[in-house]
């Protein structure tokens, strides 16, 4: 794919991702209703611990992250998968569903961190996995990224297997 088709893409995701939300906060807070009994609910909630894994450490350890943390964490995590992104592509030519994944991803991050900036309330989830968790479209787009990628990764694991870390590193330095 091109660049500007990637970034159209990943700016339509975010798009409707934001809009879903803008519609449910303004008409449908107080609205819940199964989607699928006994496995999906539609229950709209704030989420002011930033990601399910704070959530979780809150809520077994009594550990909460900072929000600037999680800013730290999110661009640690978007400079290695974007140097990966770059390395994997000049693996091979056939690269289409590695630029879907990268889409996903890049488009989950951004909703992410649009979420923790802009909802003061925190990230409006709002489909409950009975009994899990509550999520949003930001998270299937990042699950998406991880099936896609993880795909991507094993169709072209021979060449991914030779990769050493010194090659990493040299392919980077030489773009």
Not at 66 to 79: L, T
Not at 125 to 154: A, E, S
Request: charged share 20%.
């Amino acid at each position: 794919m091109k660049t500007r088709e990637i970034i159209w893409w990943t700016l339509l995701l975010i798009f409707i991702d934001q809009a879903t939300k803008i519609v449910i906060y303004h008409f449908y807070m107080d609205t819940h209703f199964d989607i699928i009994p006994s496995l999906f609910e539609f229950r709209p909630v704030f989420n002011d611990k930033h990601s399910y894994v704070n959530y979780l450490l809150n809520q077994k350890l009594n550990i909460n992250i900072d929000f600037w943390i999680h800013m730290v964490i999110f661009a640690i995590a978007e400079c290695i998968i974007l140097a990966l992104y770059v390395l994997l592509r000049s693996l091979s030519k056939k690269t289409k569903l590695l630029d879907i994944a990268i889409i996903f991803q890049t488009a989950g991050i951004i909703c992410a961190l649009l979420g923790n900036i802009v909802w003061e309330k925190g990230v409006l989830d709002f489909i409950y996995l009975k009994p899990l968790f509550i999520f949003d479209l930001k998270d299937i787009y990042l699950n998406t990224f991880t099936v896609f990628f993880l795909i991507y990764v094993h169709k072209h694991r021979e060449k991914v297997r030779t990769l050493k870390i010194k090659d990493v590193f040299n392919h980077l330095r030489n773009r």
